[in-house]
């Protein structure tokens, strides 16, 4: 699954890489359309991630819609991937550094949906000790919620072409559908799914994200 990822980058980038021309500073910028290579090889849950980033006015307010799929979760042994779905919506505002540099910081919101198919062990009637345990093999459908505050630069290469580097720090709430462990509790460590992990979290990413730049035609930057 990973080197599918890859391919999907490569594709995507080719283009982008092929239109790169002479910076020109007096357009000013409608959609930034960008992909998150970073991401791609994540040590947690590598995702493919599209995003648009679109300015409604003036160039230092934006708003952003990323979409994707994760590719694969990284624990002890495989765990296969049912069906995925990942998305992010930001509001983010920039401070020109210099003529194609910017910083800039954002609030965002993300939601992801995974379903993978694993064998947990489950224990039942738990007080100290479990009156009796069962192996429960099934898909297991998960969700997480995340709120964070995203800050990093960006910088225009070229005519066309754009370069992020970010840090974010928040928090995310992982759930899962608990019928799916017929409502038994979990008691293995360093798995995907397991107790500790359940509930309010810290979140914590780097990112980078290579983009294409789409111009207002005839207009200056303000």
């Known amino acids: 699954m990973m080197k599918k990822s890859l391919i999907v980058s490569i594709i995507v980038l080719s283009p982008i890489l092929l239109a790169a021309q002479p910076s020109d500073s007096t357009r000013n910028p409608l959609a930034y359309l960008k992909l998150d290579f970073l991401n791609v090889?994540?040590?947690?849950?590598?995702?493919?991630?599209?995003?648009?980033?679109?300015?409604?006015?003036k160039r230092w307010f934006s708003l952003g819609h990323e979409v994707g799929?994760?590719?694969?979760?990284?624990?002890?042994?495989?765990?296969?991937?049912?069906?995925?779905?990942?998305t992010r919506h930001e509001v983010r505002f920039y401070i020109d550094l210099d003529e194609s540099l910017r910083f800039?910081?954002?609030?965002?919101?993300?939601?992801?949906?995974?379903?993978?198919?694993?064998?947990?062990?489950?224990?039942?009637?738990?007080?100290?000790?479990?009156?009796y345990?069962?192996?429960?093999?099934?898909?297991?459908?998960?969700?997480?919620?995340?709120?964070f505050m995203e800050w990093g630069i960006q910088s225009t290469i070229a005519n066309r072409l754009l370069l992020e580097a970010s840090g974010s720090l928040g928090t995310?709430?992982?759930?899962?559908?608990?019928?799916?462990?017929?409502?038994?509790?979990?008691?293995?460590?360093?798995r995907f799914i397991e107790k500790d992990k359940v509930g309010n979290q810290v979140y914590l990413s780097?990112?980078?994200?290579?983009?294409?730049?789409?111009?207002?035609?005839?207009?200056?930057?303000?």
Do not use: W
């Open 41 to 57: 090889i994540n040590p947690i849950d590598p995702s493919v991630l599209f995003s648009v980033e679109y300015f409604p006015g």
């Open 69 to 86: 799929f994760v590719s694969e979760i990284r624990s002890y042994a495989d765990v296969p991937i049912v069906n995925s779905f990942k």
């Open 104 to 131: 800039f910081s954002g609030l965002n919101f993300q939601y992801r949906s995974l379903t993978v198919h694993e064998t947990y062990v489950v224990g039942y009637d738990c007080g100290g000790d479990c009156g």
């Open 133 to 147: 345990y069962r192996k429960v093999d099934n898909n297991f459908h998960t969700k997480r919620f995340a709120y």
């Open 172 to 190: 995310y709430n992982f759930q899962i559908n608990r019928s799916d462990f017929y409502e038994g509790n979990l008691i293995e460590r360093n």
């Open 206 to 222: 780097v990112n980078g994200r290579i983009g294409y730049i789409l111009f207002k035609p005839n207009r200056k930057v303000d």
